[in-house]
């Protein structure tokens, strides 16, 4: 096939350019060139997705599919979307369970709603997850049933651009007790990236069109961070310490302690997506102890985060002083 990756360079996009040159697929990327560099054997095609006479430069070529990894505005991906419509045979868009009203508040099914941002919609007409919505509606608009809409659940893997595992992996190589937070048979979803682009390719070459929820590599809290300890052999010892305990203490769910959603109201449908369409288009995702191993092999073979601010997400990862604090605490409860 001949691909034309939007992004391409950082972590699903990266992973999805791997696999596709992995195929024998001939793969073009558009990019600005100033977050990380491209996966080599691509062709890259510099610009600005948001200036016009940057995208201009995608006319007159045809791509059998188009893979967008990094739209977040529906104004500027329609703008992508009308342009590609007629030289391309297929957009899969890179979209998030964000995109859906329920989520995380409920549990949702491949036919849970969505925001109804509007696809001509400006950066500024609302949050991450209504934008995404309206993105996939620009996509839709453009290209009917030749879309594919892929909502992956969290993602983790080597080249993870949030910090997320990358931040537990380190704190727990550092050793000493570990702050670990809820309770470890809190079920959890993830999906490796490598396993997410695998699988949007198979659908694109198959002509798969429509909405799918992709996650999967259903877990727990204690198995995943069971396996930092392992791969990174640290001498770490995990102190589970209540959901009630550390919001007591002030720790921000999500961020501060990454992965972590206390059991509130607001996150119950938080690992409870749905992804029956996906997996019965053949969707399969590896056991969390590769993802966490691969992770930490990236990490110490020098790989460093690029810090991606899509979700306006603050810092990750709690500091070292609250956390001991905390422990402390913790370990004196009760003695007063
Ligand atoms: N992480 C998660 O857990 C999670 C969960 C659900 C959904 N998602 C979605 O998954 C996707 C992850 O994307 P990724 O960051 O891994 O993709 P990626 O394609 O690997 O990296 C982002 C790419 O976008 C390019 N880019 C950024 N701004 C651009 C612009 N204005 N014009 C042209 N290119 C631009 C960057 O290159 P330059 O900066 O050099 O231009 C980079 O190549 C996102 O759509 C996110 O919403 C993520």
Redesign the pocket.
């Known amino acids: 096939m001949r691909l034309l ?10 992973a999805v350019a791997e696999e596709a040159l992995r195929r024998g697929h001939e793969v073009t ?8 560099p491209d996966v080599p054997g691509v062709r890259p095609v510099r ?4 200036q016009d006479a940057d995208l201009d430069r995608l006319r007159g070529q045809e791509w059998d599919v188009v893979v967008d ?4 505005v529906p104004e500027v991906v329609g703008r992508a979307a009308r342009l590609l419509a007629g030289s391309s045979g297929r957009y899969v868009f ?5 995109a859906c009203v329920a989520w995380p508040k409920e549990r949702i099914t491949d036919d849970t709603p969505r925001y109804d941002c509007p696809a001509d919609a400006r950066a500024d007409a609302g949050e991450y997850g209504y934008l ?1 919505a309206g993105c996939e509606r620009a996509v839709e608009e453009a290209f009917g049933d030749r879309a594919l809409v892929v909502r ?5 893997g080597p080249y ?3 910090g997320r595992l990358p931040w537990w992996l380190r704190r727990v190589a550092r050793g000493g007790q570990v702050l670990a937070p809820g309770d470890p048979d809190t079920r959890m979803q993830l999906i490796d ?1 490598r396993d997410l682009a695998a699988w949007m390719l198979d659908a694109a070459e198959r002509g798969l069109g429509g909405v799918f929820h992709a996650t999967g590599g259903n877990t727990t809290m204690g198995r995943w961070l069971a396996a930092c300890v392992e791969v990174t052999g640290a001498d770490a010892e995990l102190v589970w310490v209540p959901d009630r305990f550390l919001l007591d203490h002030q720790v921000r769910p999500w961020t501060e302690l990454p992965l972590w959603r206390p059991d509130l109201p607001e996150y119950a449908g938080a690992w409870e997506v749905e992804t029956a369409r996906a997996e019965a288009a053949g969707l399969r995702t590896r056991p969390v102890r590769d993802t966490v191993r691969d992770t930490w092999e990236w990490l110490r073979g020098g790989g460093e985060p690029v810090i ?1 601010d ?1 979700a306006q997400l603050p810092e990750h990862g709690i500091d070292p002083g609250k956390e001991q604090r905390i422990l402390t605490a913790w370990r004196s409860r009760g003695a007063a």
Do not use: Q, W
């Open positions: 990756i939007i992004g391409g360079t950082e972590f699903v996009g990266r990327t558009f990019n600005r060139g100033v977050t990380a610009g600005d997705r948001a990894t990094c739209g977040y890179v979209s998030s369970v964000s995404k992956p659940g969290l993602i983790l993870e651009n949030v990236a991606h899509y």
